[in-house]
């Protein structure tokens, strides 16, 4: 079936220290990798995206690779700093054009 | 503000009732998507929406129907509303089925 595997569930971190989550995706025909950020109370806000003809990118302090052939993307996010603290999301487009997210991440940066 | 606006923000209803929710989505944007979030809960994909035609379909319960309008607007009716429906309901729009899909501020469902 389509789904999209995320891990961990949760994950804390010193501040400065780099933070990663994995995603794994099961359709081959997909082809758009967005990761989204979603504060408390919030909604879900994109921070990165990659397509499938790219094998790596990077904003600032965040980066996102993707392994087409394992079928895996990872976030990565360094210098963490407090305000990094959020559920963040992986999502995948698939071949019938439905965008699955991953269960998400809880990411708490320690001062 | 994403441009995406949903009302109402929150509703408050009995079991057994009925529901519509309302999604307007960016200037622009043909394709509308629904998601259900329960409390600490992932998103889970309904149904997506392209230029008022269904594109793409998710777990979807029976009791819930999507359409979206000629102003491509949507609504998400949910019906004989059980307790556990109980959730945050959000829409996203995008411009195509491969770019960013902007949220709503979703509408908290609270059934009791």
């Known amino acids: 079936g389509e789904n999209v595997e995320q891990h961990p569930s949760t994950l804390s971190v010193q501040e400065g220290d780099s933070a990663v989550i994995k995603c794994t995706y099961s359709d081959s025909a997909s082809n758009y990798f967005p990761w989204y950020k979603q504060e408390l109370g919030k909604r879900p806000q994109l921070i990165i995206d990659?397509?499938?003809?790219?094998g790596e990118k990077k904003d600032q302090r965040i980066a996102v690779t993707l392994n087409k052939t394992a079928k895996h993307f990872s976030l990565h996010i360094t210098e963490t700093q407090p305000e990094d603290s959020a559920v963040y999301f992986c999502a995948a487009t698939t071949n019938t054009d439905k965008l699955i997210f991953g269960t998400g991440t809880r990411l708490q940066v320690f001062p | 503000d994403s441009g995406v606006t949903q009302t109402p923000k929150h509703l408050i209803t009995a079991t057994g009732q009925r529901v519509t929710l309302r999604c307007s989505p960016r200037s622009g944007d043909l394709s509308v998507y629904w998601y259900q979030q329960s409390l600490d809960q992932g998103l889970q994909f309904l149904i997506q929406y392209y230029n008022g035609e269904e594109r793409a379909k998710g777990n979807i319960l029976e009791r819930f129907s999507a359409q979206q309008f000629p102003d491509l607007h949507s609504e998400l009716n949910l019906s004989s509303l059980e307790l556990g429906d109980s959730a945050l309901y959000f829409c996203?729009?995008?411009?195509?089925?491969?770019?960013?899909?902007?949220f709503g501020q979703g509408t908290r469902l609270t059934v009791v």
């Open positions: 996203a729009s995008s411009g195509n089925t491969n770019t960013e899909a902007f």
């Open positions: 990659i397509r499938s003809n790219v």
